[in-house]
């Protein structure tokens, strides 16, 4: 697991490279937003179930069929899967937010997790538009808090978006 400051300084050892111009601004742009990345992290924690609560409820209200006979978040257990499942995201995203690199999310959310997708008839499609919602309520609500926000927030969700929307080659 990596943060941005590991990632890049492993990448200069690598060569035996001094840190230069690009290493120094790259990492000058993780400490401006380091207090912003702290305070939204713990506004995000501070109102997890009531994000996830929210999205969820806003995903079933525009793609209603998942939660009727035949959906696959239809039954008390799925819907609970569902539900846990965006928590999970939310909380990894919140991880890699503070980290400032997405590493985490591609060590312990991503791997395998498109096979155990398909194997279940998870759709990833809905998946994808669920942690879409949870991006922009994340930022409305960091945003009331009187918190900057901006890329360094929507990264891990579209970090999360970008790799689950690949399609198979
Ligand atoms: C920390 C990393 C991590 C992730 C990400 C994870 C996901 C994950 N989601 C699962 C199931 C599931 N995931 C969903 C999710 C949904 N169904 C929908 O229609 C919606 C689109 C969506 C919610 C947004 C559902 C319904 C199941 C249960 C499927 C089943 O058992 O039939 C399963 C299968 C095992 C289980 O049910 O617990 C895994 C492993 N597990 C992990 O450890």
Redesign the pocket.
């Known amino acids: 697991m990596r943060d941005a400051v590991t990632s890049l300084i492993k990448n200069y050892d690598i060569t035996g490279r001094y840190l230069d111009r690009d290493a120094i601004d790259s990492l000058k742009s993780y400490f401006v937003t380091g207090t912003a990345r702290v305070q939204a992290a713990a506004t995000i924690t501070a109102n997890a179930a009531e994000l996830v609560k929210q999205a ?1 409820s806003q ?1 079933f209200g525009d793609l209603p069929e ?1 939660i009727r006979p035949g ?3 239809y039954t008390t ?3 609970a ?6 928590d ?2 939310l909380r ?1 995203a919140t991880y890699a937010l503070v980290a400032g690199d997405t590493d985490v999310i591609d060590e ?2 991503l791997q395998g ?1 498109r096979e ?2 398909n194997s ?4 990833i499609g ?2 994808v538009v ?1 942690i879409g919602i949870l991006k922009d309520l994340v930022t409305e609500k960091v945003q009331a808090a009187g918190i900057e926000v901006g890329a360094y927030l929507e990264q891990p969700f579209d970090h999360l978006i970008a790799e689950l929307s690949e399609t198979d080659v």
């Open positions: 969820a995903l998942l959906g696959n978040a257990r799925r819907y899967a569902c539900l846990r499942d965006m999970y995201y990894y312990r959310v997790l155990t997708y279940l008839g998870v759709p809905p998946t669920g």
